[in-house]
T-cell receptor, first 115, second 115 residues
Framework: KAGVTQTPRYLIKTRGQQVTLSCSPISGHRSVSWYQQTPGQGLQFLFEYFSETQRNKGNFPGRFSGRQFSNSRSEMNVSTLELGDSALYLC??????????????FGPGTRLTVL | DQQVKQNSPSLSVQEGRISILNCDYTNSMFDYFLWYKKYPAEGPTFLISISSIKDKNEDGRFTVFLNKSAKHLSLHIVPSQPGDSAVYFCAAISNSGGSNYKLTFGKGTLLTVNP
């Protein structure tokens, strides 16, 4: 079974631009979460989608947004890029069950550099 | 305010010896804890987890201990192998019995196992 895939793997943008990152979950996984990893802050939760609806949201400004499609694929968008947005953006997918925690499987990430 | 703390940014051990990675948390609502391992240019991979109703969970060379009163958990790797060299993240989740998929991560500890 294919793992979580993220595209592109690397991206360079300049301040003020916007960017869209894509995530394809493992087949059958309907929950997709996004995380930002930076050296100073570690891994921080951005948001989680299930059935095309955002269920959970972290403490990030409104410039960070996302969506999920009917096939569970997800995109995140960052508008008006700032230097501090340079980070590794990780997507994770999981099954959704009735009870208990379902393991999140991570993709390799998209390395975004803002110049 | 960082709710999950890994106070040691790095740890170096000799092959065959024990590696002990520590993690502290502040949120009493956390009821499920996980350790992830991350190699460069890859996403984190799940290693081992523990529910708050237990104080120990073992899986091969990996054991996680939970001390709820101290809000402290540790990961023991015995014996350590060079292939264990990676960044280890401690993570926690609250309401693991529901649909909360937000993982709160520590900043990670870089483990180096020397041959």
């Amino acid at each position: 079974k294919a793992g979580v895939t993220q595209t592109p793997r690397y991206l360079i943008k300049t301040r003020g631009q916007q960017v869209t990152l894509s995530c394809s979950p493992i087949s059958g996984h309907r929950s997709v979460s996004w995380y930002q990893q930076t050296p100073g802050q570690g891994l921080q939760f951005l948001f989680e989608y299930f059935s095309e609806t955002q269920r959970n949201k972290g403490n990030f400004p409104g410039r960070f947004s996302g969506r999920q499609f009917s096939n569970s694929r997800s995109e995140m968008n960052v508008s008006t890029l700032e230097l501090g947005d340079s980070a590794l953006y990780l997507c994770a997918s999981s099954l959704v069950g009735d009870q208990g925690y379902n393991e999140q499987f991570f993709g390799p990430g998209t390395r975004l550099t803002v110049l | 305010d960082q709710q999950v703390k890994q106070n040691s940014p790095s740890l170096s051990v000799q092959e065959g010896r024990i590696s002990i990675l520590n993690c502290d948390y502040t949120n009493s609502m956390f009821d499920y804890f996980l350790w992830y391992k991350k190699y460069p240019a890859e996403g984190p991979t799940f290693l081992i987890s523990i529910s708050s109703i237990k104080d120990k969970n073992e899986d091969g060379r990996f054991t996680v201990f939970l001390n709820k009163s101290a809000k402290h958990l540790s990961l023991h790797i015995v014996p350590s192998q060079p292939g264990d060299s990676a960044v280890y993240f401690c993570a926690a989740i609250s309401n693991s019995g529901g649909s909360n998929y937000k993982l709160t991560f520590g900043k990670g500890t870089l483990l180096t196992v020397n041959p």
